[in-house]
């Protein structure tokens, strides 16, 4: 509704004086009109959501009976069905999926913070060589890598812990990242680098010094998307989380989808629901962020 | 090392020049910097040798021989490709996903340009309206949000009954081996927020005084759509569509959770990611599975390679 009454406002403002009143009544209608139907299409878009969002707090026998979204009756019976899988309670999955996505938060901004510092500013021969490697490797299925990596994890005892799923994100393999930070850094002025090596800085200090705390929307950036990428990341923890006691929040929602026989759709959306407010929280917490990240690297 | 559907808009921007080396020793200076760099790259190297370059050549390997996992792999020269061509699983999936591709990413792009248009002209609101549109595909690579698609196109679900009530009688789209495929290409077309954003900052990017210029010049909104903002808004094009293309050959969660593992009804979900993850990991036909990666990779990076050749025939770059 206020975006309706924003739209009026505007048109209004922006219409020079001698425009006649029938222009901007036309004027004023389309705007209307296509506000509407933006709003019509947003609310289209959002429905499933919303319906899930309804349908985790109505009474199972309702659920599938009722298409509405105002509800009559409100329940925790869903979660209350949901909440143990496998023998654990899903703060349990929510813990797992916490420390994996964390450590890769940790691993990202470690890794690819360096590795974009030294595309973007040091004067090497191998540089355009290892430039052109980042930007393939960003395009490289992970499906080709993933069986030896499986065996080779195998062998050393690693599957159903989490160091499949963290180590590589030290050693920078999201390279998505570093060609993000590349192309950040590379806007920074380098007048700022020549000072600091007029002052005695040597790389390391100039990226600690220098970079690093001008590349702060890069890292928020980089933070919010791994966040997200691996929270919803399903095939590599698929694979390497077997035991339920290691299961992620998306592979126990994959067993709860399963051993479904016995659960409601009321129960499945409520788990799913719970799974996702994680992202929805960073989505509604982090939209400044997002936006400045996108305005950073996206409008250079 | 996948793409999320979600991918934050970069822009790929022309070549650095080679930077002016900050130590004016030139040799002394680079060798220093030589140093530094690999210091810096350290992690990275050590990944892309032990995480991505060692197991793509192992892979490679094991391609070409017959392996369980318990037993040692042992070499078959080019069976498991010569399997390739008699197993009709292959084929079905290889199809399914070249079906999901060729569909479903020029649909969510179309979407992803037109809501763009749309939302650029100076709108109030831009910002509700961009996030409300973003918002699904922040979510739409989960399980969650697999399962949710599962129940509303489940036989009593949201879509169903959203048909009743306008008195048409609903199918049992998941378990109808001619509509399960459908039901996921919605679902990729409902994420189209994320290259909508990426065209949005690519929209804003083309100056005003072209428009400007061409008003003067009697140009009306189909002009200048047709001779300014398309031209201009190719490279944001090549780019989403590389992404994206790339993305759906890659596509594994949505048709996992939706046919429970299965690839079902009747193969017609089956992915190939899915028979990639069917042969590796459930029946642990290792070798199988590696050949089936690799052709994977070959055809991605074909795809890729012909998406690149034909960018010089209609890709603008240049001012």
């Given at each position: 509704?206020?975006?309706?009454?924003?739209?009026?406002?505007?048109?209004?403002?922006?219409?020079?004086?001698?425009?006649?009143?029938?222009?901007?009544?036309?004027?004023?209608?389309?705007?209307?009109?296509?506000?509407?139907?933006?709003?019509?299409?947003?609310?289209?878009?959002?429905?499933?959501?919303?319906?899930?969002?309804?349908?985790?707090?109505?009474?199972?026998?309702?659920?599938?009976?009722?298409?509405?979204?105002?509800?009559?009756?409100?329940?925790?019976?869903?979660?209350?069905?949901?909440?143990?899988?496998?023998?654990?309670?899903?703060?349990?999955?929510?813990?797992?999926?916490?420390?994996?996505?964390?450590?890769?938060?940790?691993?990202?901004?470690?890794?690819?913070?360096?590795?974009?510092?030294?595309?973007?500013?040091?004067?090497?021969?191998?540089?355009?060589?290892?430039?052109?490697?980042?930007?393939?490797?960003?395009?490289?299925?992970?499906?080709?890598?993933?069986?030896?990596?499986?065996?080779?994890?195998?062998?050393?005892?690693?599957?159903?812990?989490?160091?499949?799923?963290?180590?590589?994100?030290?050693?920078?393999?999201?390279?998505?990242?570093?060609?993000?930070?590349?192309?950040?850094?590379?806007?920074?002025?380098?007048?700022?680098?020549?000072?600091?090596?007029?002052?005695?800085?040597?790389?390391?200090?100039?990226?600690?010094?220098?970079?690093?705390?001008?590349?702060?929307?890069?890292?928020?950036?980089?933070?919010?998307?791994?966040?997200?990428?691996?929270?919803?990341?399903?095939?590599?923890?698929?694979?390497?989380?077997?035991?339920?006691?290691?299961?992620?929040?998306?592979?126990?929602?994959?067993?709860?989808?399963?051993?479904?026989?016995?659960?409601?759709?009321?129960?499945?959306?409520?788990?799913?629901?719970?799974?996702?407010?994680?992202?929805?929280?960073?989505?509604?917490?982090?939209?400044?962020?997002?936006?400045?990240?996108?305005?950073?690297?996206?409008?250079? | 090392?996948?793409?999320?559907?979600?991918?934050?808009?970069?822009?790929?921007?022309?070549?650095?020049?080679?930077?002016?080396?900050?130590?004016?020793?030139?040799?002394?200076?680079?060798?220093?910097?030589?140093?530094?760099?690999?210091?810096?790259?350290?992690?990275?190297?050590?990944?892309?040798?032990?995480?991505?370059?060692?197991?793509?050549?192992?892979?490679?390997?094991?391609?070409?021989?017959?392996?369980?996992?318990?037993?040692?792999?042992?070499?078959?020269?080019?069976?498991?490709?010569?399997?390739?061509?008699?197993?009709?699983?292959?084929?079905t999936?290889?199809k399914v996903?070249g079906i999901y591709?060729l569909v479903s990413?020029?649909?969510?792009?179309?979407?992803?340009?037109?809501?763009?248009?749309?939302?650029?002209?100076?709108?109030?609101?831009?910002?509700?309206?961009?996030?409300?549109?973003?918002?699904?595909?922040?979510?739409?690579?989960?399980?969650?949000?697999?399962?949710?698609?599962?129940?509303?196109f489940g036989y009593?679900?949201?879509v169903n009954?959203?048909l009743?009530?306008?008195?048409i009688q609903g199918s049992n789209w998941l378990q109808n081996p001619d509509t399960a495929l459908g039901t996921l290409i919605v679902l990729?077309?409902?994420?189209?927020?994320?290259?909508?954003?990426?065209?949005?900052?690519?929209?804003?990017?083309?100056?005003?005084?072209?428009?400007?210029?061409?008003?003067?010049?009697?140009?009306?909104?189909?002009?200048?759509?047709?001779?300014?903002?398309?031209?201009?808004?190719?490279?944001?094009?090549?780019?989403?569509?590389?992404?994206?293309?790339?993305?759906?050959?890659?596509?594994?969660?949505?048709a996992?959770?939706v046919s429970?593992?299965?690839g079902g009804p009747v193969d017609s979900t089956l992915f190939?990611?899915?028979?990639?993850?069917?042969?590796?990991?459930?029946?642990?036909?290792?070798?199988?599975?590696?050949?089936?990666?690799?052709?994977?990779?070959?055809?991605?990076?074909?795809?890729?390679?012909?998406?690149?050749?034909?960018?010089?025939?209609?890709?603008?770059?240049?001012?």
């Amino acid at each position: 509704m206020s975006t309706l009454t924003d739209s009026t406002t505007s048109t209004s403002a922006l219409a020079p004086r001698h425009i006649s009143v029938s222009v901007r009544r036309s004027r004023l209608r389309g705007a209307l009109v296509r506000h509407g139907a933006l709003t019509l299409f947003g609310l289209f878009m959002l429905y499933p959501l919303i319906w899930m969002l309804v349908s985790a707090f109505k009474p199972s026998h309702l659920v599938l009976t009722d298409p509405g979204i105002i509800p009559t009756e409100l329940t925790l019976e869903n979660f209350r069905n949901g909440w143990v899988v496998g023998g654990f309670p899903f703060w349990v999955f929510f813990g797992n999926s916490l420390v994996v996505a964390i450590s890769a938060i940790v691993g990202n901004l470690f890794s690819c913070s360096l590795a974009a510092f030294a595309l973007a500013r040091l004067d090497f021969r191998a540089r355009n060589i290892y430039f052109a490697i980042v930007l393939v490797s960003v395009m490289l299925p992970m499906h080709a890598v993933i069986i030896p990596q499986y065996i080779v994890f195998s062998n050393l005892g690693l599957v159903n812990t989490f160091v499949p799923l963290i180590l590589p994100k030290f050693l920078a393999t999201d390279a998505f990242f570093v060609f993000l930070m590349v192309q950040f850094i590379r806007g920074i002025p380098r007048t700022l680098d020549e000072a600091a090596c007029i002052d005695g800085a040597g790389p390391f200090r100039t990226f600690w010094f220098v970079i690093l705390p001008l590349m702060r929307p890069a890292l928020i950036t980089t933070t919010i998307f791994t966040f997200i990428w691996t929270w919803n990341d399903f095939f590599g923890q698929l694979i390497y989380l077997t035991d339920s006691s290691v299961f992620t929040v998306p592979v126990a929602l994959n067993a709860l989808v399963d051993s479904q026989s016995n659960q409601g759709t009321g129960t499945l959306l409520a788990m799913s629901l719970l799974s996702l407010l994680p992202i929805l929280l960073f989505f509604a917490f982090a939209q400044k962020y997002l936006i400045q990240g996108i305005a950073t690297t996206g409008l250079k | 090392m996948t793409i999320a559907k979600s991918a934050p808009p970069v822009q790929i921007t022309a070549p650095d020049p080679p930077p002016t080396p900050v130590d004016t020793g030139k040799g002394r200076g680079r060798r220093r910097q030589t140093a530094a760099a690999h210091a810096f790259l350290a992690p990275w190297l050590i990944g892309l040798i032990v995480i991505t370059a060692l197991p793509m050549l192992a892979s490679l390997a094991l391609s070409f021989t017959d392996y369980n996992i318990l037993s040692t792999p042992r070499f078959i020269g080019t069976a498991n490709f010569e399997r390739m061509l008699d197993d009709p699983r292959f084929w079905t999936s290889a199809k399914v996903t070249g079906i999901y591709v060729l569909v479903s990413v020029p649909l969510q792009l179309g979407f992803a340009l037109a809501l763009a248009l749309i939302l650029d002209k100076g709108l109030k609101g831009l910002a509700i309206y961009r996030s409300a549109y973003y918002l699904p595909s922040l979510l739409g690579g989960s399980v969650a949000v697999a399962v949710l698609w599962k129940q509303i196109f489940g036989y009593d679900g949201l879509v169903n009954q959203g048909l009743e009530t306008i008195g048409i009688q609903g199918s049992n789209w998941l378990q109808n081996p001619d509509t399960a495929l459908g039901t996921l290409i919605v679902l990729n077309a409902w994420t189209f927020g994320s290259p909508m954003v990426i065209f949005l900052a690519g929209l804003r990017q083309i100056p005003e005084e072209l428009y400007e210029a061409a008003r003067v010049d009697g140009a009306g909104w189909s002009r200048q759509f047709a001779n300014i903002t398309i031209p201009l808004l190719t490279p944001i094009i090549f780019f989403n569509l590389i992404l994206q293309t790339i993305g759906a050959f890659q596509a594994f969660t949505q048709a996992h959770v939706v046919s429970g593992g299965t690839g079902g009804p009747v193969d017609s979900t089956l992915f190939y990611t899915l028979y990639i993850y069917q042969q590796a990991f459930v029946n642990f036909d290792m070798g199988y599975a590696s050949a089936l990666a690799w052709v994977l990779l070959l055809v991605i990076g074909l795809i890729t390679a012909l998406h690149f050749t034909l960018s010089k025939y209609w890709v603008f770059y240049g001012d």
